[in-house]
């Protein structure tokens, strides 16, 4: 039987287990990367580990999400992150160079190699070729010092493309038109592959854009063959001696083969609040639009914002419509200037932003109360945009720019000259804003560390009670994302400082859990968080389990619990319960007492079933952790990093 692609990756950077699905395995990783606002942990946590220097074969810091620099603290955590990055022989991207995924995918991406990077969308590193994995920064951390990668051998799922790409129509819409078929949960544990004749007609850039939002379905990764498209765009970055081709076996086999047509496929959208909430653009032609935002990882390349600058040249933006456009790298913005579409595009009345996250994290153009925002970027959770009662819709950067024009929702295939843009021969390469890579992997050891007073410090966890005295802090439904759970946009610039941070948790659902967890923890109980279904979704914070963990959380029971955010909890020391019977949820309420008797019996048990008992209520249930005999270590020990201190892995 042959291979296919995931295999062929997974099987040569195989540490150990075996790729049989739902076993765990650990993997070889090659390169990594962080960003600021995961980045200032992973490092601390680095550095806590006691290692001299990263021995991955390449390690990039980059700051692209924390650029705002309102008050010290971000600035602080960019010298941190410079100065450890220096020290201990980490690419450095200095702010202004843009933002981590399409920087990684023109300068650093490899077809065959592993990449584990503290941020979800990391997995765009499909788009070359890579078996590209979000995680935790303390994973990263780990990683980044040689270490190997733990995960959930995948299954795997073709997804097979056919025809071509109409105008109007781009890689958005594949990657929606996905989300219409998979949703944005029950898909832990698997990976996709894209194949078919229809990715010839997807240049790189595309692919990236559907390998990213593949983050978006909750599978670990997206990956697409090394092929033709992959050497000219490698040759055209000017990294030919980066390419080599990779394709999956003729007889290979899958879990699932899911066809799309690009001959028919549509322009689609997703609407208010949720990724998975699709429909198609001509369904809701003729809605209005307030807001219109280019830009993000997922839609920020030279093709994409060269398409949305042809689209608008010579036209002004519709009057009653905002418009940003936040490129995806210095990269892009010199070459949109270069070609002059940079005005072009503030003459059609477009407001540049910086080429970084901006506007996707809620960091800047936040829509006016109740307003209609149209937007290029992978995620749309309720509140994420800065404005709560915000109606957050995600759209191609095509749909986008018509909506722009018209002023409400149109589908683009209406628009006369819808332009082709070609891969550039060559694109503009100048590496000036990554530093020390010449010490790469070697470091500068004496380099000093700088620590401003936003640099906090890492809290450790406590090794597993004997016995769970719990309170159900907070029941929250389905879909809980990790948004959530620790808040971004104007919160951001406390990630460095977790006691800062921790204020905030759950602050847009329940603003009383952190007086009244803080309270549980301080009379001596374990807080415990009762969840629904795909609890965790979304973004790769750790904080959304170190937070927690620091307010004495030391169980989650839900009704399922998404990939990286399951890892984080282990890595922190929560437990992460799934119930036997999703009905007992409905017998929990907020503040009854939770217990259960023996806890490490629970954690040593081969099933890990637990009675719980609800003390409140005179009732019990069960519920399970599923867990490997690693996950298990760290769980008694209180965590990866105590788990690390006391030398029990
Ligand atoms: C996101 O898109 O939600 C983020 C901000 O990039 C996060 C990382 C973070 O929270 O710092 C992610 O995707 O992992
Ligand atoms: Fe940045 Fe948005 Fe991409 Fe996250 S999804 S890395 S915030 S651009």
């Given at each position: 039987m042959g291979?296919?692609?995931?295999?062929?990756?997974?099987?040569?950077?195989?540490?150990?287990?075996?790729?049989?699905?739902?076993?765990?395995?650990?993997?070889?990783?090659?390169?990594?990367?962080?960003?600021?606002?995961?980045?200032?942990?992973?490092?601390?946590?680095?550095?806590?580990?006691?290692?001299?220097?990263?021995?991955?074969?390449?390690?990039v810091s980059y700051v692209d999400h924390n650029t705002i620099q309102v008050g010290y603290e971000n600035a602080d955590d960019h010298a941190y992150l410079r100065s450890v990055a220096q020290r201990y022989g980490v690419v450095f991207s200095k702010p202004g160079n843009g933002i981590c995924h399409q920087l990684h995918i023109e300068r650093f991406g490899k077809p065959g190699k592993t990449l584990l990077g503290s941020d979800s969308h990391t997995p765009m590193g499909g788009g070359v070729g890579m078996i590209a994995i979000g995680a935790g920064g303390i994973d990263v951390a780990v990683a980044m010092g040689g270490g190997a990668f733990y995960l959930t051998s995948p299954k795997v799922t073709l997804v097979r493309l056919s025809g071509t790409m109409q105008k109007g129509v781009s890689a958005k819409d594949v990657i929606l038109k996905l989300l219409s078929i998979l949703g944005t949960n029950g898909n832990v544990g698997t990976m996709i592959e894209y194949g078919g004749p229809g990715i010839d007609s997807l240049d790189l850039p595309s692919r990236a854009t559907i390998a990213n939002m593949g983050a978006e379905l909750g599978v670990t990764a997206s990956v697409f063959p090394s092929d033709e498209?992959?050497?000219?765009?490698?040759?055209?970055?000017?990294?030919?001696?980066?390419?080599?081709?990779?394709?999956?076996?003729p007889d290979a086999n899958y879990e699932r083969i899911i066809e799309i047509d690009l001959n028919t496929l549509e322009p689609h959208i997703a609407c208010p609040h949720s990724p998975g909430n699709i429909a198609t653009v001509a369904s809701l032609a003729g809605t209005k639009v307030n807001q219109v935002l280019f830009g993000s990882c997922t839609n920020s390349s030279y093709r994409d914002l060269c398409t949305v600058a042809l689209l608008l040249r010579g036209k002004h933006v519709h009057p009653e419509v905002e418009v940003g456009l936040a490129p995806g790298s210095r990269q892009v913005v010199v070459m949109l200037s270069r070609d002059g579409l940079l005005g072009e595009l503030v003459a059609s009345g477009v407001r540049i932003l910086e080429n970084a996250c901006g506007f996707c994290i809620g960091n800047h153009m936040s829509p006016a109360s109740n307003a209609v925002s149209l937007r290029t970027n992978n995620r749309n959770f309720e509140g994420r945009s800065?404005?709560?009662?915000?109606?957050?819709?995600?759209?191609?950067?095509?749909?986008?720019?018509?909506?722009?024009?018209?002023?409400?929702?149109?589908?683009?295939?209406?628009?006369?000259?819808?332009?082709?843009?070609?891969?550039?021969?060559?694109?503009?390469?100048?590496?000036?804003?990554?530093?020390?890579?010449?010490?790469?992997?070697?470091g500068v050891?004496?380099?000093?560390?700088?620590?401003?007073?936003?640099?906090?410090?890492?809290?450790?966890?406590?090794?597993?009670?004997?016995?769970?005295?719990?309170?159900?802090?907070?029941?929250?439904?389905?879909?809980?994302?990790?948004?959530?759970?620790?808040?971004?946009?104007?919160?951001?610039?406390?990630?460095?400082?977790?006691?800062?941070?921790?204020?905030?948790?759950?602050?847009?659902?329940?603003?009383?859990?952190?007086?009244?967890?803080?309270?549980?923890?301080?009379?001596?109980?374990?807080?415990?968080?009762?969840?629904?279904?795909?609890y965790g979704q979304g973004s790769s914070r750790e904080h959304a389990a170190l937070c927690p963990m620091y307010l004495g959380v030391k169980a989650v029971i839900a009704k399922s619990i998404e990939r990286i955010h399951?890892?984080?909890?282990?890595?922190?020391?929560?437990?992460?319960?799934?119930?036997?019977?999703?009905?007992?949820?409905?017998?929990?309420?907020?503040?009854?007492?939770?217990?259960?008797?023996?806890?490490?019996?629970?954690?040593?048990?081969?099933?890990?079933?637990?009675?719980?008992?609800?003390?409140?209520?005179?009732?019990?249930?069960?519920?399970?952790?599923?867990?490997?005999?690693?996950q298990k270590t760290l769980l008694l020990h209180g965590g990866l990093l105590a788990a690390v201190a006391k030398g029990a892995i």
């Open positions: 291979k296919n692609l995931v295999e062929k990756i997974l099987g040569a950077h195989l540490v150990s287990g075996e790729l049989v699905p739902g076993s765990e395995i650990a993997i070889r990783i090659d390169q990594t990367l962080t960003q600021d606002a995961t980045g200032t942990m992973a490092f601390l946590q680095f550095e806590s580990m006691g290692l001299d220097r990263a021995k991955a074969e390449l390690a498209v992959t050497r000219q765009f490698l040759a055209a970055q000017l990294r030919p001696n980066d390419w080599t081709p990779l394709a999956a076996d800065g404005t709560k009662s915000a109606q957050v819709y995600l759209v191609s950067p095509e749909t986008a720019a018509a909506a722009a024009l018209t002023g409400v929702i149109t589908d683009p295939r209406t628009l006369a000259d819808i332009p082709a843009v070609p891969a550039p021969e060559r694109y503009t390469v100048d590496d000036a804003l990554f530093l020390f890579r010449e010490t790469a992997g070697q050891p004496d380099t000093p560390i700088v620590r401003g007073p936003n640099i906090g410090a890492v809290p450790s966890g406590q090794p597993l009670p004997a016995k769970l005295d719990g309170i159900a802090a907070i029941k929250v439904g389905d879909k809980i994302t990790t948004d959530h759970i620790m808040p971004a946009g104007a919160r951001l610039k406390y990630r460095s400082n977790v006691p800062a941070y921790a204020k905030f948790v759950f602050e847009d659902v329940d603003s009383t859990f952190y007086d009244r967890s803080s309270a549980n923890r301080d009379a001596g109980h374990h807080n415990v968080i009762i969840a629904g279904e795909s399951c890892a984080n909890l282990i890595n922190f020391g929560i437990i992460p319960f799934v119930f036997d019977d999703p009905s007992a949820y409905d017998t929990i309420a907020e503040n009854d007492q939770i217990v259960i008797d023996d806890l490490h019996a629970v954690i040593n048990d081969t099933k890990g079933q637990a009675t719980i008992r609800n003390l409140t209520k005179g009732s019990s249930f069960t519920a399970t952790v599923a867990l490997s005999d690693r």
